[in-house]
């Protein structure tokens, strides 16, 4: 008898987690299976590449990104109508003071953590009982599939390092006792999230993201890539303009690898965000306005990844990051700083690089890389082979669902 699955997401915008997502729902077997999805945000643009066999509970959704300006607009506009919906703005006001007080405290405010649980609370109201509710996401999804939601089993998906990526016990704890099993997608994620919640660490086990090394390598042939006629070392980085990808560290430390004599040479940026009005300051502070490139948003990341020759994510912290692994998969000579995430994919000098993150440290270890073919080559010959069993995580989405 087939399964009734429900899968909820923040938003199908084009990032890590939903990437891993349409990976999962192109590999799930629909003759054991009924999928629904509902994204919390109807915005994104892999609504277009959901599998048909997946039902799609938002109604109307818009295929542009969170991360563009149209869609922060709307993002807005949706929340400000929330607020004024049947008086819900004055019943929100104790949580969203609360939500402050511990920000604050934390000296680190995050616009996104203050309306999840808004964004969450307006939603659909469903009336079926699932066999299982997925919370692919942390935030708004996991609020809804423990409060909104029948289900006779409940899991939530953690991908990123909890604690500093704003979340807060306090705000979670109710929604985190109504699940029954919390994938991490990393040891590393596990450890940080059960430091914080050391009394679900029984509920608690580590799911490997999917990604699909086929569909990676098929998509590097499919399109151009890069279009100027540069001839010198490509560096790249996939991410977000967001405090949390320490691109403004990379501007500094590329600075100062120009300082150095190294001309020959650019850094491109794949991603959009909320920073790029600062980062376009600081890129042209130090002159790199031809040489360190944001390209903004791309439907398919994967030939710039290819024609790279050293692939750059130097962040402040991660999960499991998929732009790591996706440039292993293409046998891309990686460096990344020493952050959770990061060390269950890179091992150091044997396929990549893990540094500190510092200006010099980041500026260094380019240097090295572009100074020394034979080290390049050792790490391409290390990703000869895919060294992760990604379906793993497929066979524990199963396993759940039982």
Known sequence: MKKDILIVI????????????????????????NIDLLSIVDLGEF??????????LNENPKNFSILSKEGTSYLMTKIIKYMF??????????YAFKNLFFQLKRKKFMLDKFFWKCLSDNQKKLKKEYNLAVAFTEGASTYYVAKHVKAKKKIAYVHVDYEKAG???ALDKSYYEKIDSILCVSGNVKE???????????????????????????????SAGFTDDFMGTRLLTVARLHPQKALDVAIEAFAK????GYDNVKWYVLGE???????????????????FILLGLTQNPYPFMEQCDIYVHATHFEGWCIAIAEALILRKPAIVSDVAGNRDQIIN???????????????????????????????????NEDRVDYLKGLKMFYDAAQ
């Open 47 to 56: 609504f277009s590449e959901v599998p048909k066999n997946v039902n799609i």
């Open 85 to 94: 919906r049947w008086g819900y703005g004055v019943t929100y006001i104790p």
């Open 349 to 383: 000098e044997e396929n990549g690089l893990i540094i500190d993150l510092t200006v010099d440290n980041l500026a260094d270890s380019i240097k090295r890389l572009m100074d020394d073919g034979n080290l390049r080559q050792k790490f391409i010959d290390t990703l």
């Open 167 to 169: 979340y807060i016990k």
């Open 273 to 291: 965000g909320e920073e790029r009005k600062y980062l376009e300051g600081l890129i042209e502070k130090q002159g790199l306005e031809d040489r």
């Open 10 to 33: 923040n938003t199908l915008s084009r990032a890590g987690a939903e990437r891993v997502l349409i990976s999962l729902l192109k590999l799930l077997d629909y003759e054991q299976v």
């Open 192 to 222: 940080g999230f059960n430091k914080i919640y050391p009394e679900h660490e029984n509920k608690t086990v580590v799911c490997n993201n999917i990604v699909i090394p086929e569909d990676i390598r098929k998509n590097a042939k499919t």
């Open 257 to 260: 690898l120009v300082d150095m």
